[in-house]
């Protein structure tokens, strides 16, 4: 992953980094398993958006698997390392302007403005759109 994380930092995480970790992917998870040990270690904080509580919790309900769901819940709502961020109007708007520059689908767009809103330093996602 290569980053540097230090106090104060702000990290930015989309739906598909929590899935890495939660489901221990093998390539992934370890990237992620350092990543929450800095955050914690050098008091960072990890912003997301409710899209991702929404993607996240979508396929474990659908399939009946209550226990995921609860686990999802409990932990994206009573997390100290975790701020779950509702859709205001200064990431609609930051969602807007990325929306209108890229051809960026609506939660992705609202995914980054989160990101952009709240100054994030680092934004961690799969996404592979070309921003630049």
Request: glycine residues 4%; aromatic residues 14%.
């Amino acid at each position: 992953m290569g980053i540097v994380l230090q106090t104060g930092n702000i990290v930015f995480l989309d739906t598909a980094p929590f899935i890495y970790f939660f489901e221990q992917h093998p390539i992934f998870f370890p990237y992620m398993e350092k990543l929450f040990y800095d955050v914690s270690i050098y008091q960072v904080k990890v912003i997301t958006s409710m899209i991702t509580f929404i993607e996240i919790v979508t396929h474990p309900a659908r399939i009946g698997n209550q226990e995921l769901v609860e686990q999802y819940r409990t932990y994206f709502t009573r997390s100290s390392q975790i701020t779950l961020l509702p859709i205001d109007l200064s990431i609609a708007n930051e969602a807007i302007a990325l929306r209108t520059q890229y051809t960026l689908k609506t939660p992705d767009a609202i995914q980054l403005g989160t990101a952009i809103a709240y100054s994030a330093t680092y934004i961690i996602t799969a996404l592979r759109y070309p921003l630049c």
